[in-house]
């Protein structure tokens, strides 16, 4: 199973960017893909997640601004980040979790994080 991430680069503030997260193998099915970013020196931190019951959960800082979205046919999620804030630079991952393969599941995979960059 593997995970390819696109989409980030340089925005300026107020801006918007699209992240988007495809993952590929032999997949049955997903039970929740998320976005997470890390800032070097710190912690990587949980963006935005949704469930196969769509479900979506979204860290307080991005309340309002991103939104997620996925596709559980074709194995993506996106993130639409707007109203970017400087403080959203970072390395930002892709996760799927709970990945049901046609004979066994793999509790967890990442991508290999792609670089977002919010100018003031």
């Known amino acids: 199973v593997q995970l390819q991430a696109s989409g980030g680069g340089l925005a300026r503030a107020g801006g918007s960017l699209r992240l988007s997260c495809t993952a590929s193998g032999n997949i049955y099915s997903i039970k929740t893909m998320s976005w997470y970013r890390q800032v070097p020196g710190q912690l990587r931190e949980l963006v935005a997640s949704?469930?196969?019951?769509?479900?979506?959960t979204y860290a307080d800082s991005v309340k309002g601004r991103f939104s997620i979205s996925r596709d559980r046919y074709r194995n993506t999620v996106t993130l639409q980040m707007d109203r970017l804030k400087p403080e959203d630079t970072a390395v930002y991952y892709c996760?799927?979790?709970?990945?049901?393969?046609?004979?066994?599941?793999?509790?967890?995979?990442w991508g290999q994080g792609t670089q977002v960059t919010v100018s003031s």
């Open positions: 949704k469930t196969m019951a769509s479900d979506a």
């Open positions: 996760n799927a979790a709970g990945v049901e393969l046609t004979l066994r599941e793999v509790p967890e995979v």
